[in-house]
């Protein structure tokens, strides 16, 4: 039994190196996706922002100032590099769901960034796992923010209308697309929003809105560069999944393997 117990171990551990080596794969998969995601959401976000603007709200926009108009963009471009060095600076985070961010973002200009990031060391699948949940998870919030600060900017430049609640501005940054919305270009969400009149309780006006709203999906499917580096995330991901499996069956084999030699340690026949 001793022998068994010895031999999950050694599986156990070799399942171990095998995860270690994985999580380095993850690492520089994500490094290289990060930067050019980026890059893209930049790019992206500057075209759906031209869109709204000129498409959009072009009698808005046109009533600005030639200064008010160079100010907003200047605006769209620091908060978009802002977001840009916040999604990179993802990779430090922790593996703790208290602490899922970093304040320390690497400088995406660099061309060997990937060397200011540590390596990812973890050899247990379930930590790994959750590694990249909150890795994917705080992607997605950064898009979330990035959509709500230039809808904010938006409107603070009486481009998108004033009446827009805040609530509204949130909402939409977080909406997921609807196969009944109103089909647009990508990264735009077109929202009919129905308001009561408070003086005519029966009555409602129905006002359209259309505001930026950034979509992983549609960003990682207008880039091929991006789009190449999901599906080898794809790729690992799978390959967890299955060492995951294993790691656990192992588990389950070496918990199985010590009440067994317990039981039989404890045992004597009367």
Request: proline share 5%.
């Amino acid at each position: 039994m001793a022998g068994s117990i010895e031999r999950i171990e050694q599986e156990m551990k070799a399942l171990g190196e095998a995860i270690a080596t994985l999580a380095a794969e993850f690492h520089n998969i994500y490094s290289s996706y990060l930067a050019s995601l980026g890059q893209a959401v930049r790019q992206q976000l500057i075209l759906a922002s031209y869109h709204i603007c000129t498409h959009a709200y072009p009698e808005s926009f046109l009533n600005l100032s030639f200064a008010q108009r160079q100010q907003l963009q200047k605006a769209m471009r620091q908060v978009a590099f802002q977001a840009q060095e916040q999604l990179f600076s993802h990779l430090l985070a922790s593996i703790t769901p208290q602490t899922p961010f970093s304040s320390a973002p690497a400088p995406i200009d660099a061309p060997d960034v990937a060397r200011d990031v540590p390596t990812l060391h973890l050899s247990n699948p379930e930590q790994l796992a959750q590694w990249q949940e909150n890795l994917e998870m705080a992607i997605a919030q950064t898009l979330q923010t990035l959509s709500l600060n230039i809808n904010r900017l938006l409107q603070q430049a009486e481009i998108l209308p004033n009446q827009v609640p805040e609530a509204i501005l949130e909402a939409a940054a977080k909406a997921e697309a609807s196969p009944e919305g109103i089909a647009g270009p990508p990264n735009i969400l077109n929202l009919l929003i129905e308001r009561e009149n408070p003086q005519e309780s029966e009555e409602s006006t129905v006002t359209h809105i259309i505001a930026l709203q950034l979509r992983l999906s549609e960003i990682e499917f207008a880039d091929s560069t991006v789009m190449a580096g999901r599906n080898q995330i794809r790729h690992l991901s799978s390959r967890l999944s299955s060492l995951r499996r294993e790691y656990q069956k192992k588990q389950r084999e070496h918990t199985v393997a010590e009440a067994e030699a317990a039981w039989r340690v404890s045992w004597f026949d009367d």
